[in-house]
C-alpha cells in the first residue's frame, strides 16, 4: 500500500542553525500538507501546498518557514532560524484532491525535531 | 472557526471490551467532513474512519464505528472487541468545505487496553 515517508525520523539542530524536513507524498497525490505536533499538544496545520504554491497556511507559518517540491517526488519544510520553540514533531500528508469532503489526507510517520 | 472537544484525556479498557471515545465540534458551515487518527506510541498518525455532515448513515469500519449526532454536535469513535494494540492516543478532527483543506484537531484520548 502507497505511503507517504518523511526523512530524518530525528533530527537534532542548534538554535539558530537551518533545517530542512523532508517528504516523499503519495505518488498520485496532489495535494500537500505540514503539520506540527509540540509533545503533548494536539496537531496543528502549518501550511497546505498545490500546483507549486501555498494554498493555505497557518499564523505559525511565519517568514522562518517555507516550503518546496523541488522535483516530481519530494516536498520539503525548510525553518532558516531554528528556535527552542520549534522543537516537535513534524508530519507531512498528502491527498489527491480537496474538493471532496470525504478525500483523507494521508500522514507520513513525522520528524522529530529537536533545537537545542 | 472550527473547534473540536475531546473532554476524556485517557480512558481505560479491558481486552474484548467495546469503548468510546468522545468527540463533540463547533462549526457554523453546514457542511464538513470529521476524522478519526490512531497514534500509536511509535508516533505515526494512522486514518481510522471518517463520517460527512450529510452522511445518512454512521460511518463503519471493521471494528470501528462513529456514533454521530449532528443536533448535538457528536462524532464519538466506538472501538468494539478491543485488542492490546488499541493502546494509542486517538485524536479527532474536522475539516470545512468552504475552498480549504485543512484538518482541525482535537487534543486527543489516550486509550489504554488492558489483558
Known amino acids: 500500500e502507497p505511503e507517504v515517508t518523511q526523512t530524518p525520523s530525528h533530527q537534532v539542530t542548534q538554535m539558530g542553525q537551518e533545517v530542512i524536513l523532508r517528504c516523499v507524498p503519495i505518488s498520485n497525490h496532489l495535494y500537500f500538507y505540514w503539520y506540527r505536533q509540540i509533545l503533548g499538544q494536539k496537531v496543528e496545520f502549518l501550511v497546505s501546498f498545490y500546483n507549486n504554491e501555498i494554498s493555505e497556511k497557518s499564523e505559525i507559518f511565519d517568514d522562518q518557514f517555507s516550503v518546496e517540491r523541488p522535483d516530481g517526488s519530494n516536498f520539503t519544510l525548510k525553518i532558516r532560524s531554528t528556535k527552542l520553540e520549534d522543537s516537535a514533531m513534524y508530519f507531512c500528508a498528502s491527498s489527491e484532491a480537496t474538493t471532496d469532503l470525504r478525500e483523507t489526507q494521508y500522514f507520513g510517520p513525522g520528524t522529530r525535531l529537536l533545537v537545542l | 472557526a472550527q473547534k473540536i472537544t475531546q473532554t476524556q484525556p485517557g480512558m481505560f479498557v479491558q481486552e474484548k471490551e467495546a469503548v468510546t471515545l468522545d468527540c463533540t465540534y463547533d462549526?457554523?458551515?453546514?457542511?464538513?467532513?470529521l476524522f478519526w487518527y490512531k497514534q500509536p506510541s511509535s508516533g505515526e498518525m494512522i486514518f481510522l474512519i471518517y463520517?460527512?455532515?450529510?452522511?445518512?448513515q454512521n460511518a463503519t469500519e471493521g471494528r470501528y464505528s462513529l456514533n454521530f449526532q449532528k443536533a448535538r454536535k457528536s462524532a464519538n469513535l466506538v472501538i468494539s472487541a478491543s485488542q492490546l494494540g488499541d493502546s494509542a492516543m486517538y485524536f479527532c478532527a474536522m475539516r470545512k468545505n468552504s475552498g480549504y483543506s485543512t484538518l482541525t484537531f482535537g487534543k486527543g484520548t489516550m486509550l489504554l487496553v488492558s489483558p
Open positions: 462549526t457554523s458551515d453546514p457542511s464538513y467532513g
Open positions: 463520517q460527512g455532515s450529510y452522511d445518512q
